[in-house]
């Protein structure tokens, strides 16, 4: 049995794709005999996901406000470290630029406990453009603690060739050794009907439309805005179709959201249902005609992966790193992340007939299936950490 201990900020299943992927990886290791615990910054109090096959240990200080409390400061994490790591195989660092990625730094770096750390992203250069005096205190935080806790992983690990590609010289220095590996979801299980039936009782506003379906965190850097003025460009020729936006609003956005709708007369047809979970969740990827992400910046998008299982093409910007795998496989259509390539992506998507329609639900299925199955990414990352550690 192999026993990896997983370090991730939260186990809240609100903070979007590291966690559900670290969750689903760590149930199909459960089954084939190993064991991934996860030492969380959420506090004690605080109890995630009470079915997961493994422990969850969560150290992290009292909510407050403050810089060390976003931080996630925890002065229990290190000394925990130190006395258990020993008791694993090996551990996974899922994410940086928080106090997880530093404690993991003072804990991990130059002793005997083998690890690998999963960027989740965080290395892209959008952020670099986006917000460069942020950039600045990263490039601090760089020197004593990201660079030198990359520098000694055994692996750092990306989810696809162009997150890899993207991140390199991020920082400086940039001294690491980069492996790509499988990500993805579980399938979807369940009825497929009692889904569907389940999410538009969830929307009675929505009735029997047809609808876009956006699925995740409501950031700005998911392109949103761009999302609701793209869909005012077809709305006049396909008047039988809406927009669902459904995510946690993590910064405030949906009222913005919900007045640009307004004025463009479309209030009724845009549709805000927020965080959407189990069968909900399920029938809002089955029904969906199709799934947007005009993303500026994306390493992979777990709620794409959950489409593609559903067989829903999507439609995605080239800022989501594995917008060439769908393309290749003929499983939905990508533009540039911008207003016009919204309207791109759209307005194409319009224009496809009902053959085109149904040939890109069988190929997002088929994608799913060949690339982002749960099982293939548990089986590559284990195979690789088994290779490494000997």
């Known amino acids: 049995m192999t026993r990896i201990l ?22 199909i290791w459960a089954s084939q005999g190993h064991r991934q615990d996860m030492l969380t910054l959420d506090p004690p109090e605080e109890c995630y996901l009470p079915d997961y096959s493994g422990t969850i240990i969560g150290l992290g200080a009292p909510r407050g406000r403050g810089l060390l409390s976003r931080y996630r400061y925890s002065p229990a994490m290190v000394p925990w470290l130190r006395e258990h790591a020993a008791r694993y195989d090996a551990v996974i660092v ?71 590609v993207r991140a390199e010289g991020a920082f400086r220095p940039y001294r690491l050794r980069g492996d790509v590996v499988n990500y993805g979801t579980a399938d979807l299980s369940g009825d497929s009907a009692a889904d569907v039936v389940a999410f538009r009782r969830l929307l009675p506003a929505l009735g029997d439309r047809p609808f876009l379906l956006f699925l995740g965190r409501i950031h700005p850097k998911k392109g949103c805005d761009l999302l609701v003025h793209a869909f005012g460009s077809i709305a006049d020729r396909e008047p039988a179709l809406d927009l669902v936006i459904a995510g946690p609003d993590e910064v405030g956005l949906v009222a913005g959201l919900r007045t640009a709708a307004q004025r463009a ?23 969906a ?37 769908v393309v290749a496989d003929g499983a939905g259509l990508v533009a540039a992340d911008t207003l016009g390539g919204t309207r791109e992506l759209l307005t194409h998507f319009a224009d496809c007939c009902p053959e085109q329609r149904l040939a890109m639900r069988r190929n997002a299925r088929a994608c799913f299936v060949d690339r982002f199955h749960i099982q293939r990414a548990a089986d590559s990352l284990r195979l690789l950490i088994e290779r490494e550690i000997g």
């Open 6 to 27: 997983r370090i991730i900020t939260s186990a809240d299943p609100r903070t979007g794709g590291p966690i559900e992927g670290a969750r689903r990886i760590g149930e």
């Open 94 to 164: 899922s994410g940086l630029w928080r106090y997880a990625a530093r404690g993991a730094r003072i804990a991990l770096a130059g002793g005997a406990t083998p690890y690998f750390v999963f960027p989740h992203g965080m290395l892209d250069p959008w952020f670099r453009r986006d917000a460069p005096l942020k950039h600045l205190g990263k490039q601090a935080s760089w020197w004593w603690a990201e660079g030198p806790l990359l520098k000694g992983a055994r692996a750092v690990l990306f989810t696809s060739e162009e997150e890899r």
């Open 265 to 287: 007369g479309l209030g009724a047809r845009v549709h805000f249902p927020g965080m959407l979970s189990g069968s909900a969740k399920a029938g809002a990827l089955r029904a």
């Open 289 to 325: 005609s199709a799934f947007v992400l005009p993303s500026h910046q994306e390493n992979f998008g777990i709620a794409l992966a959950e489409a593609l299982a559903a067989g829903t093409p999507v439609l995605v910007s080239d800022q989501v790193a594995i917008w060439r795998e």
